[in-house]
């Protein structure tokens, strides 16, 4: 129902376009691919925004306190996105970020841009991501750098603490 809302929406506007010219910026065929192989399929009613900068930072190595595409931590890689893709600042680790969002505890209303947070060390939030939709996270993994991940994996399971918006 969500999504024939969204296309109706979107095809009401590029139809009253006097250029007849897409509002949105749709992502390269090689973004689109690469998130459907993932499971995660786009259309007219995500913030394509986001999915194009995620694309930029996928596999950039983890790095403690890092914030570069050199090397980037969980939440370097959290202020990184939404300094660019939202123009917001946030400050701070994984703790310091849950403190400037609007919490959301039930998993089900997590929306895309929302971030998530999980308590690994010591019953601390410790890790940080930006849920994108449909379960899917990105962040950034001492082990693997910046993937996506998927909420309903085991270790995400166990450690999954809340959500958090920004308003």
């Known amino acids: 129902m969500q999504r024939t809302i969204c296309f109706f929406l979107y095809f009401i506007l590029i139809t009253s376009s ?11 065929k090689e973004i689109e691919d690469f998130l459907c192989n993932k499971g995660i399929e786009i259309d007219s009613c995500n913030y394509h925004p986001l999915y194009n900068e995620l694309y930029k930072w996928l596999d950039t190595p983890y790095q403690y306190a890092g914030n570069s595409n050199n090397g980037i931590d969980c939440s370097g890689l959290v202020k990184q996105l939404y300094n660019k893709i939202y123009n917001i600042s946030l400050s701070g680790g994984s703790k310091d970020i849950f403190n400037q969002v609007i919490v959301i505890n039930n998993i089900n209303e997590l929306m895309e841009g929302d ?10 939030i410790s890790h940080v991501g930006v849920f994108l939709k449909d379960g899917y996270f990105i962040h950034s993994s001492v082990q693997k750098g910046v993937i996506i991940s998927h909420l309903s994996e085991p270790y995400y399971q166990k450690y999954y603490f809340s959500g958090g918006r920004i308003l």
């Open 18 to 28: 006097t250029k007849a010219q897409p509002l949105i910026h749709l992502p390269e």
């Open 115 to 124: 971030i998530v947070f999980f308590k690994i060390k010591k019953n601390r």
